[in-house]
């Protein structure tokens, strides 16, 4: 399988009004309704995209979006390892429903991460849900993780040296960052969660400090005998 990995830089190098979050949905929907039995990868991505997704001109986010669904669908078998392996290293931390944002985001770690750079990378983390961006963090950021069930599985298509460097080499290259953000988002996460309890915390001892309620009785007239 050829390992080209294809061209990300020009898309970065433009503004765009998109939010990662945003960008993330996008890439999520385009890949949630493609049915290769039915169109092409060109075709789907001007129904979805429209026209305005390359050339002079392009709206950087649609070529983003484009460029992350021709590589999801280009590196399918691959992503599929890599989702195998991460769902039954974490079977009770995470839901099928998050499959495809999982898709996305591994495609954009493995394949894509030295072209896409940390601060970007990170905006995409950042922008979802800080429990399940820590699930798939401690799998990709773990060297033991890596080498003991994610190499071998990529091993069966791609050769070790390609996976030693050019896949796990990039992703242990950005340890420090990936430390840092990992505590980002345990402060996200926790802090949620603590504020969560602390204001069911509030709500009880409100309810404790009502007191019990004491029955008065109706104020009816007294029948005449």
């Given amino acids: 399988m050829s390992h080209s990995r294809g061209n990300t830089s020009h898309s970065r190098n433009k503004s765009s009004s998109s939010s990662p ?18 169109t092409t990868v060109d075709s789907h991505c001007e129904v979805v995209l429209g026209k305005n997704c390359e050339g002079e001109g392009a ?12 590589g999801c669908v280009r590196y399918k ?18 839901s099928r ?3 495809t944002r999982y898709m996305v985001l591994g495609y954009l770690a493995l394949f894509r991460i030295d072209e896409l750079g940390w601060d970007r990378f990170r905006g995409f983390i950042m922008s979802d849900d800080p ?23 990529l091993c069966k298509i791609f050769d070790a040296e390609f996976v030693d460097n050019d896949i796990i080499g990039s992703l242990l290259g950005q ?9 980002s988002l ?5 802090g949620i969660a603590a504020a969560a309890a602390k204001a069911e915390e509030d709500k009880l001892s409100a309810f404790k400090g009502k007191g019990s309620t004491v029955p008065i009785p109706f104020n009816l007239t007294k029948p005449k005998p």
């Fill in 59 to 70: 709206d950087p986010a649609k070529v983003f979006c484009k460029q992350v669904f021709y």
């Fill in 97 to 99: 429903n998050d499959y």
């Fill in 186 to 190: 345990r402060v996200k996460a926790y």
């Fill in 175 to 183: 340890m420090d960052g990936a430390s840092e953000l990992m505590e």
């Fill in 131 to 153: 429990l399940k961006m820590m699930v798939l963090l401690e799998y990709l950021f773990d060297e033991s993780t890596l080498n003991d069930f994610l190499k071998p599985e």
């Fill in 21 to 38: 979050r945003q960008l993330l949905s996008m890439c999520e929907k385009l890949m949630q309704s493609f049915d290769h039995r039915k």
């Fill in 77 to 94: 078998q691959p992503l599929k390892l890599f989702l195998s392996s991460f769902y039954y290293n974490n079977a009770g931390k995470t």
